[in-house]
């Protein structure tokens, strides 16, 4: 796959997956074995990844990722991206603050195929 191929499969993710719940995507966009490194009590592949989107949708109810810097080469591909959330429901074993609040992260997707193998990510936690 090209680098643009790459940059276009992180926007899908953000965008459709993310943004807007589509979960059926992600089947799509993941490998079967995809991991997670930066979470390791994810289950691998996409069962993992829509287990962990449910769960933060759920716990933050318009959830919403702008994507602020996308730089991708070779296989890889870096993005850093704002999450604006209001936390109104139970997450992580917290009670709901509905407070509005912002957090960013850098992430780093490895790409195969034109499937998304593996990902680590630095940032704040979503809490």
């Known amino acids: 796959m090209s680098v643009e191929e790459n940059k276009t499969i992180i926007r899908r993710?953000?965008?459709?997956?993310?943004n807007q719940g589509n979960l059926a995507i992600v089947d799509e966009l993941f490998t079967s074995d995809f991991i997670d490194h930066s979470t390791p009590s994810q289950i691998?592949?996409?069962q993992g990844v829509k287990e962990y989107f449910t769960m933060v949708r759920a716990g933050f109810p318009g959830v919403y990722v702008t994507i602020d810097d996308l730089?991708?080469?070779g296989?890889?591909?870096?993005v850093r991206t704002t999450w604006h959330r209001t936390q109104q429901s139970r997450h992580e074993d917290r009670d709901p603050t509905n407070t509005q609040v912002t957090r960013t992260l850098i992430q780093i997707f490895y790409l195969q195929?034109?499937?998304i193998?593996?990902?680590?990510n630095e940032g704040e936690g979503l809490g």
Do not use: N, R, S, T
């Not at 296989?75 to 870096?78: A, E, I, Q, S, Y």
């Open 117 to 120: 193998q593996e990902e680590w």
């Open 44 to 46: 691998p592949g996409p």
């Open 13 to 18: 993710l953000f965008e459709e997956a993310l």
């Open 75 to 78: 296989d890889k591909v870096v």
């Open 113 to 115: 195929g034109g499937k």
């Open 71 to 73: 730089i991708a080469e």
